[in-house]
């Protein structure tokens, strides 16, 4: 069965651009957010199997957004999404619980490899 993905990036061309891949692979894209205040009341309407989290974001970043995800839902599976040199962030969301982390600009080998561990 196609997993249900809850796409989270400020940039609309990201957001596309993950969206392509995904349902070019059989992934069900279930909703799109803006930013992370959007994230946590689609997760919470959509209850998605996976969300992908960008890190930098107006209004909530995405580590806060991810926490209170967890918060919501302790067994969410969230990947977060990062320019190249946001390490220390990268670390500090699998410490607060992201499952793993794709790097921008996007490959898609790299994004399908990151859902089929969460699908696993």
């Given at each position: 069965?196609?997993?249900?993905?809850?796409?989270?990036?400020?940039?609309?061309?990201?957001?596309?651009?993950?969206?392509n891949?995904?349902?070019?692979?059989?992934y069900?894209?279930?909703?799109?957010?803006?930013?992370?205040?959007?994230?946590v009341?689609?997760?919470?309407?959509?209850?998605?199997?996976?969300?992908?989290?960008?890190i930098?974001m107006?209004?909530?970043?995405g580590?806060?957004?991810?926490?209170?995800?967890?918060?919501?839902?302790?067994?969410?599976s969230?990947?977060m999404?990062?320019?190249?040199?946001?390490?220390?962030?990268?670390?500090e969301?699998?410490?607060?619980?992201?499952?793993?982390?794709?790097?921008?600009?996007?490959?898609p080998?790299?994004?399908?490899?990151a859902?089929s561990k969460?699908?696993?």
């Amino acid at each position: 069965m196609a997993k249900r993905i809850l796409i989270t990036d400020d940039a609309l061309f990201m957001r596309v651009t993950l969206k392509n891949i995904l349902t070019q692979n059989g992934y069900e894209v279930v909703g799109e957010a803006a930013n992370g205040v959007e994230s946590v009341e689609l997760y919470k309407q959509l209850k998605p199997d996976v969300v992908t989290m960008d890190i930098t974001m107006p209004e909530m970043d995405g580590l806060q957004a991810l926490k209170e995800i967890r918060a919501l839902d302790p067994n969410a599976s969230i990947v977060m999404c990062t320019a190249m040199g946001q390490k220390n962030m990268v670390v500090e969301a699998i410490q607060a619980g992201a499952k793993d982390f794709i790097v921008k600009p996007f490959q898609p080998d790299r994004v399908l490899e990151a859902m089929s561990k969460l699908a696993a």
